[in-house]
């Protein structure tokens, strides 16, 4: 069993989770001034829904990719071994086009889930006087620019998990299988 269970990429993945909830929930804070909690848990669950359907995706997928490209993947995936990269950076943009679009597709989802909780509504005060912090953040699904606060954080992850790849391919030397 031991033989068969892919440990580096199940590590990897992890890595990459908890890596891409971080700095997202740090973009989606920033950009959308939202507190840390609610940034926290879309990314949370932006991320491990699109990676469940990631990985379904390649399981469906996979059996009718040409058999080059599908040896190609299943050695870059679970052996770390690349032979040619303009299919894997060509995969990799495919799949960041498609996380970002899951990630969009399961915040308005997970808005649709929590709808029962509305915020309550915030009587309109004087701009003039110091009202804290708590009276200048609207609600997530108010924010207009959510779509785009979505795409900078997915590129931010996407750059982080990038730079840990490149330090691992570079840094370390070629494992022969």
Known sequence: MWDVLPLRA???????????????ALVLQKYL????????????????????AGWFLFFVVEPWLPPTW????????????????????????LTFLGTFVVKLQSLDWLDLILENKKPVEIEVRDRTKFQGRKAQRQAFSEIPNRALAVLWANAASFSAITLIIAIRTFSEPPSNF
């Open 10 to 24: 199940i590590l990897y993945q992890l890595l990459f989770i908890v890596l891409a909830i971080a700095v997202e």
């Open 33 to 52: 001034g939202i507190g840390k909690k609610s940034s926290i848990q879309y990314a949370a669950t932006a991320n491990l829904l699109s990676t469940v």
């Open 70 to 93: 599908r040896q190609q993947l299943i050695n870059y995936i679970f052996f770390d071994l690349t032979s040619t990269p303009p299919v894997l950076i060509g995969l990799a943009f």
